[in-house]
């Protein structure tokens, strides 16, 4: 039976199966297989997905993020911060580094245990799109900061059933084909924020999600007047930090930052 050194890493409370590939181990056709099995939380390791390092010719390594369903995501904020981590903690890059993701390159600087992303300019974005819910009609704001997130703001984050609402917003035709992840943000104080977030991909609501709160943060500064830099408390119960210029109707040099450890290492019986 073959063994696949692993690190299980947890940011924010978004929980990830780290695997070093960059000498193939696993065949990149046998990596949507794997992290169904490795991220299964009674059969497995368990976690929201799989991060796998990979060789890059542009940057110092490249990350490509399995979700626990199969699919693959063009990027995840907390998981990029594991993989710095990780990178930094295991000898693949420096303090500083750059690692190459589907959303393009990824610019990272680590302080301890603190990472700083520089995030993908984001794009697409839509303003005031109403959408027919089952609690009646909602205005929705889109922006893709890696992945595309839906930003709902509402009154009371706490009392929504997220999964059945998150669901919802997430195969929503007005998303279609590729559906969209679904954030749902409290306006809690001075450029601060409660969000709860449902995950494509994962398929529920998730304790944490760096792009998503970083979707939360912009859609505040957009509509809602916020400035840089804004506190986005999480259902973990971590609180990241958003930095962003604002010019005009776009945004550009964007910053996610906030902590990731590791949990503990394993070789997993594939």
Not at 253 to 267: D, H, Q, S
């Amino acid at each position: 039976m073959k063994e696949i050194t692993f690190v299980k890493m947890v940011a924010s409370g978004n929980d990830f199966v780290v695997i070093d590939n960059r000498r193939k181990a696993v065949p990149g056709a046998g990596l949507r297989d794997l992290a169904k099995r490795v991220c299964c939380r009674h059969y497995g390791v368990g976690g929201d997905g799989l991060l796998v390092i990979e060789k890059s010719r542009r940057a110092d390594f490249r990350m490509r993020i399995i979700n626990s369903d199969g699919s693959e995501a063009e990027m995840c904020g907390n998981g990029a911060r594991c993989v710095a981590l990780f990178a930094r903690e295991n000898g693949i890059a420096g303090k500083k580094m750059k690692f190459e993701t589907l959303a393009g390159v990824i610019e990272a600087g680590i302080s301890g245990k603190n990472i700083r992303l520089r995030m993908s300019d984001p794009k697409d974005q839509k303003l005031d799109i109403n959408l027919d819910l089952s609690v009646g009609a909602s205005i929705v704001n889109f922006v893709n900061t890696g992945v595309p997130h839906a930003v709902i703001f509402v009154d009371k984050a706490g009392e929504l059933d997220i999964n059945r609402l998150g669901k919802e917003v997430r195969y929503h035709s007005a998303f279609a084909p590729k559906g969209t992840n679904a954030d749902f943000v409290e306006l809690a104080g001075a450029n601060t924020l409660k969000v709860r977030t449902y995950e494509r991909g994962v398929e529920g609501e998730t304790l944490a999600c760096g792009t998503g709160v970083t979707a939360s943060a912009l859609m505040a500064a957009a509509v809602k007047g916020f400035k840089s830099p804004v506190t986005c408390m999480t259902k973990s119960g971590d609180s990241l930090k958003i930095y962003f210029r604002k010019e005009g109707s776009s945004f550009t040099g964007v910053y996610l930052e906030g902590g990731a450890r590791t949990v503990f290492c394993g070789k997993y019986n594939k």
